[in-house]
């Protein structure tokens, strides 16, 4: 089992639509969640992080927490073309600071 | 621009010579990470360091990688003797603390490596 899953995708959402993309984690004892866009070719960029279960909000993302199921979504809302991007759903190290990956999820959001 | 700092962007090397890359993390930040992206997967962490000292090499192969982070300049990934398979994008990533629950890295623009 992978530390950190996600549906590789592609997810495709028309313009203007939520999209949800999922990861589940494997480590009940995981405090810290990051999301990543990444680009083609490029590198990722911090979404948000989220370490309390519920709901997080910045602006038309939203990322929920729910540790009792060991899993972590990322919402965006008024989906754009230039929301197209591979996301990446990232668990913490407390103690070291590093980050586990999951295979990242590919949106494609069409005008 | 004070960001994450890589260089070479991209580097061929011939099978069987060295690469190095290079890292200089934010300013302000004391702690370096490295991972790796071969095509088409996600990111892998090879190594953590803090000046002067290697935290955490768990995600480093066994043989031909090594990476050092010096009290003065950047960090570098070394990687002898390269393979085809060693052809991937690194990215490095600084922070500023370790751990905490909301300790953000943030990623410098890697190095595509390309081995013919």
């Known amino acids: 089992q992978k530390e950190v899953e996600q549906n590789s995708g592609p997810l495709s959402v028309p313009e203007g639509a939520i999209a949800s993309l999922n990861c589940t984690y494997s480590?009940?004892?995981?405090?810290?969640f990051f999301w990543y866009r990444q680009y083609s070719g490029k590198s990722p960029e911090l979404i948000m992080f989220?370490?309390?279960?519920g709901d997080k909000e910045d602006g038309r993302f939203t990322a929920q927490l729910n540790k009792a199921s060991q899993y972590v979504s990322l919402l965006i809302r008024d989906s754009q073309p230039s929301d197209s991007a591979t996301y990446l759903c990232?668990?913490?190290?407390?103690?070291?600071?590093?980050?586990?990956f999951g295979q990242g999820t590919t949106l494609q959001v069409k005008p | 621009n004070a960001g994450v700092m890589q260089n070479p962007r991209h580097l061929v090397r011939r099978r069987g010579q060295e690469a190095r890359l290079r890292c200089s993390p934010m300013?302000?930040?004391?702690?370096v990470y490295w991972y790796r992206q071969l095509p088409e997967e996600g990111l892998k962490f090879m190594v953590y360091?803090?000046?002067?000292?290697?935290?955490?090499e768990s995600g480093m192969p066994k043989e031909r990688f090594s990476a050092e982070f010096p009290k003065e300049g950047p960090s570098i990934l070394r990687i002898q003797q390269v393979v085809r398979g060693d052809s991937a994008a690194y990215f490095c990533?600084?922070?500023?603390?370790?751990?905490?629950?909301?300790?953000?890295?943030?990623f410098g623009q890697g190095t595509r490596l390309t081995v013919v």
């Open positions: 300013k302000g930040h004391s702690h």
């Open positions: 360091l803090q000046k002067e000292n290697i935290i955490d």
């Open positions: 989220i370490y309390s279960n």
């Open positions: 480590d009940r004892g995981s405090q810290s």
């Open positions: 990533a600084s922070s500023p603390m370790t751990g905490g629950l909301n300790t953000e890295a943030f």
């Open positions: 990232a668990r913490g190290s407390s103690n070291t600071g590093k980050l586990i």
